[in-house]
């Protein structure tokens, strides 16, 4: 139920984003294209070196580039690097680069940028540093010339590869000129700043409410595609109304993908506006800490997943379909078919409850949820309701999103359990394993289970070891059975991705990789188009 200062909060954020939009899209002197694009969690991170989120790569894929990107179909294809090689022992990677690329400033990007900014990657050793630190050495990253980079990895490593759209060039003259003697890496001046060669450069930047962004007229892949978004305005609100008020006037160009059921078919009604509904790689999971009270316990955990109402969450609060354990389906080759998805029994619950080392005790669970989402609120209720018909008290404790990240770094603090959407950070299946079940993964808001095994750790290693893609599929197939018998997660759902859209924007297709499909030169402004 809304309240008085609930909706007096949506009035004030509503006259915040209408401040911002700027009037209709479209309608400046110019003809600019400017629109508005929802978020609902706060821009926590612009560095490309220490992004981890949602709404981070959505900032990094607009405003640099990798050596080289992902297909809609997930391959990795060509980007700053125009081709590869990879020698016969498979540990040394040789990239021929563009000779057309500049910067956001004019300079142009040679293989010693990317030296740099690779080098950079692992100094500072934060977000997307985990997939290569301990394979790659910075003095094994090297420029023979200024379109050759070559990287030679310790050992053989089968999602290196996979790894490159993440490595991405940074100004290595504009940077070091802003750093400061005690940040070589300056990361204050790119904690703030556009400082790569990507279609958009940073215009404005309030972490805690909003960020602009600018197309690049001089970008080397050009602008050809029909009429590009001139400037994209990112509003940070997690009020349904706000959106459906950005919408009526007109001035929503893209809605985030948490709201409410109601929103995208209100929305959708309107005139003007379309729904966009797309697959997912990955899921939404109640993340299970492993080493806490009371989901140290096994039986415990699996009484959670068989407390969980699948059907009501994924047919009315968060629509989408079946998860079959830890990894999507839409990797198929690597997918286990022979695990079964989660199913509500809570006579099946009281068994495994009856079975814990806290059977007959008074048991009370914390669950955290990001507290702007309304569904994870939604499911909150939904399993409260069912854990109390099994002798559960759910605690429920929505937290803001920067607040659940600073949680998952220490075992102690991380909740019991906790909701959240998970999905593949590079186009692997070893992204959905090693960023949330290994050991040397722990202490990220992706791997709140704190699993910690070692028979796991080193079947991921054993995975990542072997460039023989059937014998990887082998361990990753084992892999799912052995966790799905851990239960360190309820996977709940495999949601429809949905956005509500202007019906002028053009171009959205769906990429499994995080943030990667809402690369705003993708996208063309056409009003005339269906």
Not at 15 to 28: D, E, M, N, V
Not at 251 to 265: A, K, Q
Not at 315 to 339: C, R, V, W
Not at 510 to 527: K, R, Y
Request: hydrophobic residues 40%; proline residues 5%; contains cysteine.
């Amino acid at each position: 139920m809304r309240t008085v200062l609930s909706t007096r909060l949506a009035l004030l954020a509503l006259g915040t984003a209408l401040s911002l939009a700027g009037g209709p899209q479209a309608a400046s002197a110019a003809d600019k294209v400017s629109t508005v694009v929802n978020v609902q969690q706060i821009f926590s991170s612009l560095d490309p070196a220490k992004v981890t989120d949602y709404t981070g790569y959505m900032a990094i894929v607009n405003m640099y580039d990798g050596l080289t990107t992902v297909s809609p179909s997930g391959e990795i294809v060509p980007h700053l690097a125009r081709s590869w090689d990879v020698s016969a022992d498979g540990l040394t990677y040789t990239f021929h680069l563009r000779d057309d690329v500049k910067f956001q400033d004019g300079t142009p990007v040679k293989a010693t940028d990317m030296v740099w900014s690779i080098q950079r990657l692992l100094g500072i050793n934060k977000g997307p540093s985990n997939l290569i630190v301990g394979v790659l050495k910075p003095e094994n990253v090297t420029a023979p010339d200024e379109k050759t980079l070559v990287l030679k990895i310790d050992r053989q490593f089968s999602p290196f590869l996979a790894a490159t759209p993440l490595m991405m060039a940074l100004n290595k003259t504009l940077i070091t000129a802003n750093a400061k003697a005690d940040d070589k890496w300056g990361e204050a001046y790119v904690g703030e700043h556009s400082a790569g060669s990507g279609p958009y450069k940073l215009v404005s930047y309030n972490r805690s409410a909003d960020m602009v962004i600018a197309r690049n007229a001089d970008y080397f892949l050009g602008w050809t595609k029909g009429t590009p978004i001139d400037e994209v305005r990112f509003v940070q609100t997690s009020d349904d109304a706000t959106v459906k008020a950005l919408a009526e006037k007109g001035e929503l160009g893209l809605s985030s993908h948490g709201l409410g059921n109601d929103t995208y078919e209100s929305i959708g009604k309107m005139a003007g506006y379309k729904l966009i509904q797309t697959r997912t790689s990955g899921g939404f999971v109640i993340k299970l800490n492993t080493k806490v009270y009371p989901t140290d316990d096994v039986h415990v955990r699996r009484a959670i997943a068989y407390a969980t109402d699948y059907k009501t969450i994924q047919e009315i609060i968060y629509p989408g379909t079946d998860m079959q354990g830890p990894l999507s389906t839409a990797f198929k080759e690597a997918h286990n078919g022979d695990i079964l998805p989660g199913v509500f029994d809570l006579e099946k619950a009281k068994e495994e409850l009856a079975k814990s080392k806290y059977a007959g005790q008074k048991i009370t669970l914390v669950n955290s949820y990001v507290a702007s989402l309304a569904f994870e609120a939604e499911v909150a209720l939904l399993l409260q309701a069912n854990l109390e018909q099994i002798g559960i008290t759910l605690d429920i404790k929505p937290e803001p999103w920067n607040r659940i990240v600073e949680l998952s770094s220490k075992v102690d603090t991380t909740p019991a359990s906790t909701q959240v959407n998970i999905s593949p950070t590079y186009p692997s299946p070893d992204s959905m394993f090693y960023n949330q079940y290994h050991s040397k993964a722990a202490g990220t808001w992706m791997s709140m289970e704190w699993l910690q095994n070692p028979e796991i750790d080193a079947l991921i290693d054993k995975s990542r070891g072997t460039t023989d893609v059937a014998e990887q599929n082998a361990v990753y197939k084992e892999l799912q059975a052995k966790i799905v018998d851990l239960q360190p997660d309820v996977w709940a759902v495999a949601p429809n991705r949905r956005y509500a859209a202007n019906k002028c924007l053009q171009g959205y297709k769906f990429i499994p990789m995080q943030s990667w499909d809402l690369n705003f030169s993708n996208f063309t402004w056409d009003c005339k188009a269906n």
